[in-house]
């Protein structure tokens, strides 16, 4: 009994119904691969930002960064050629007035201190000694008046004397003429050395005076070499902080050349720099923020640099509030300029590389969050984080922010999970 015949038949019937089978389920899946969005247009929702579009006011304010900057400063240079023989305080360090930061060195200076002081010791000797001989002269003068003076008694005695013997014929009058004449003669040296004793005193007060003048320009020629030699040592002459030593131990330097930049750190103004395409919105003294990474200060501006340097211009802050503890000159701070209000305007957070007066092309997401497509809109003004949307958008649009710069040839995206 034969019964492999009709398995044969059986298998022959089922091989094309495989192969047809096998088509449909190819035909099938082109087809929906087909109605369906390709890999390049799909992206996970967790590689996106998105934000609602809102409705309202929004503060205007322009962003800007610098440093703080010492509204007092003192730049230190040195009084003559030197060299620099010791470093004792480098930037950064807190100084008062009277501190020391660099001592110098000059031969021919501690000489010229030598020379002048010695200078001054002579012309004090000279007048000490000048003062003595006058006196000893002084004294001698008087001597010399005291024993006319005693001539003069005598005489006057012989004179009296004489006049009663003369009466008496005892003197002979030739004699009492002579004690007469002897007594005039004396008298008038005494007024000559009295008047000599009075002009000697004008002559040695002149002297005495011009000794002095003599020491008085020694001390004044010292007093000056002195202080060029005491600014050797660099001293801050504020209360402040050492911001910058261009010097090396061991340098030599020249008359002028800079040593140090002190600065205080009680008196300080923030210096910011803003991009030249938003400076038409600041204006003087409107409000400012300053952050200084541990605190905010506030305060107005003051000045406006009119130099345009690399696109940005230079906007100075006068600080009005009392600055956070790690305000120092020359720290990084972030200024945020407060410049208006638009009232009742649509606004989002900044995308990626939106900018004021733009026009670009955002995905915006469907009620489900499951599509995106694309969308012409208008950027109007800038404020922090957000950005007004001056066209192609309403409230409650939700857009991606992220950078799509990879999808934008394509109109629309899928938002998978």
């Given at each position: 009994?034969?019964?492999?015949?009709?398995?044969?038949?059986?298998?022959?019937?089922?091989?094309?119904?495989?192969?047809?089978?096998?088509?449909?389920?190819?035909?099938?899946?082109?087809?929906?691969?087909?109605?369906?969005?390709?890999?390049?247009?799909?992206?996970?929702?967790?590689?996106?930002?998105t934000?609602?579009?809102?409705q309202?006011?929004?503060?205007?304010?322009?962003?800007?960064?610098?440093?703080?900057?010492?509204?007092?400063?003192?730049?230190?240079?040195?009084?003559a050629?030197?060299?620099?023989?010791?470093?004792?305080?480098?930037?950064?360090?807190?100084?008062?007035?009277?501190?020391?930061?660099?001592?110098?060195?000059?031969?021919?200076?501690?000489?010229?201190?030598?020379?002048?002081?010695?200078?001054?010791?002579?012309?004090?000797?000279?007048?000490?000694?000048?003062?003595?001989?006058?006196?000893?002269?002084?004294?001698?003068?008087?001597?010399?008046?005291?024993?006319?003076?005693?001539?003069?008694?005598?005489?006057?005695?012989?004179?009296?004397?004489?006049?009663?013997?003369?009466?008496?014929?005892i003197?002979?009058e030739?004699?009492?003429?002579?004690?007469?004449?002897n007594?005039?003669?004396?008298?008038?040296?005494?007024?000559?050395?009295?008047?000599?004793?009075?002009?000697?005193?004008?002559?040695?007060?002149?002297?005495?005076?011009?000794?002095?003048?003599?020491?008085?320009?020694?001390?004044?020629?010292?007093?000056?070499?002195?202080?060029?030699?005491?600014?050797?040592?660099?001293?801050?002459?504020?209360?402040?902080?050492?911001?910058?030593?261009?010097?090396?131990?061991?340098?030599?330097?020249?008359?002028?050349?800079?040593?140090?930049?002190?600065g205080?750190?009680?008196?300080?103004?923030?210096?910011?720099?803003?991009?030249?395409?938003?400076?038409e919105?600041?204006?003087?003294?409107?409000?400012?923020?300053?952050?200084?990474?541990?605190?905010?200060?506030?305060?107005?501006?003051?000045?406006?640099?009119?130099?345009?340097?690399?696109?940005?211009?230079?906007?100075?802050?006068?600080?009005?509030?009392?600055?956070?503890?790690?305000?120092?000159?020359?720290?990084?701070?972030?200024?945020?300029?407060?410049?208006?209000?638009?009232?009742?305007?649509?606004?989002?957070?900044?995308?990626?590389?939106?900018?004021?007066?733009?026009?670009?092309?955002?995905?915006?997401?469907?009620?489900?969050?499951?599509?995106?497509?694309?969308?012409?809109?208008?950027?109007?003004?800038?404020?922090?984080?957000?950005?007004?949307?001056v066209?192609?958008?309403?409230?409650?649009?939700?857009?991606?922010?992220?950078?799509?710069?990879?999808?934008?040839?394509?109109?629309?995206?899928?938002?998978?999970?």
């Open positions: 009994m034969d019964i492999k015949a009709p398995e044969k038949k059986k298998k022959q019937f089922q091989q094309p119904m495989v192969i047809v089978i096998m088509i449909v389920v190819i035909i099938s899946y082109s087809l929906w691969s087909f109605t369906q969005p390709s890999a390049s247009e799909k992206i996970s929702n967790s590689q996106v930002w934000d609602f579009v809102k309202g006011d929004i503060e205007l304010s322009v962003e800007g960064y610098g440093k703080l900057k010492s509204k007092e400063q003192r730049l230190l240079t040195t009084p050629n030197a060299t620099v023989e010791e470093i004792l305080l480098k930037p950064g360090s807190l100084v008062t007035v009277d501190s020391i930061i660099v001592r110098l060195s000059n031969p021919e200076i501690s000489q010229q201190v030598k020379d002048a002081r010695r200078e001054l010791k002579n012309a004090k000797t000279t007048y000490l000694q000048l003062a003595l001989n006058q006196q000893r002269e002084i004294l001698a003068q008087q001597a010399q008046q005291e024993q006319l003076m005693s001539e003069l008694e005598i005489a006057e005695l012989k004179v009296t004397a004489e006049e009663r013997l003369v009466e008496k014929g003197v002979s030739l004699t009492f003429k002579r004690s007469q004449l007594f005039r003669q004396l008298s008038r040296r005494i007024k000559i050395e009295e008047k000599r004793l009075v002009q000697l005193n004008t002559v040695h007060q002149k002297e005495l005076d011009i000794a002095q003048d003599t020491i008085e320009q020694q001390d004044e020629m010292l007093s000056v070499i002195n202080k060029q030699f005491e600014k050797l040592a660099v001293r801050a002459g504020i209360n402040g902080v050492v911001q910058s030593l261009p010097v090396e131990l061991g340098q030599s330097v020249a008359m002028g050349e800079q040593v140090a930049l002190v205080s750190v009680d008196k300080l103004y923030a210096m910011l720099s803003v991009s030249q395409s938003e400076m919105f600041i204006e003087l003294n409107q409000l400012v923020e300053i952050d200084t990474r541990n605190g905010v200060a506030t305060g107005i501006v003051s000045r406006i640099n009119p130099v345009v340097e690399q696109g940005m211009v230079a906007i100075e802050v006068n600080i009005t509030s009392d600055l956070p503890n790690n305000a120092r000159p020359e720290l990084n701070v972030d200024g945020v300029i407060s410049t208006g209000t638009l009232t009742n305007v649509m606004y989002i957070k900044k995308p990626i590389n939106a900018s004021s007066g733009l026009k670009a092309t955002l995905f915006k997401m469907n009620d489900e969050a499951e599509q995106a497509e694309q969308v012409d809109i208008v950027y109007g003004r800038e404020s922090g984080e957000f950005i007004q949307i066209s192609g958008a309403h409230a409650q649009d939700n857009f991606i922010l992220s950078d799509m710069s990879r999808w934008a040839k394509s109109s629309s995206i899928t938002i998978t999970q």
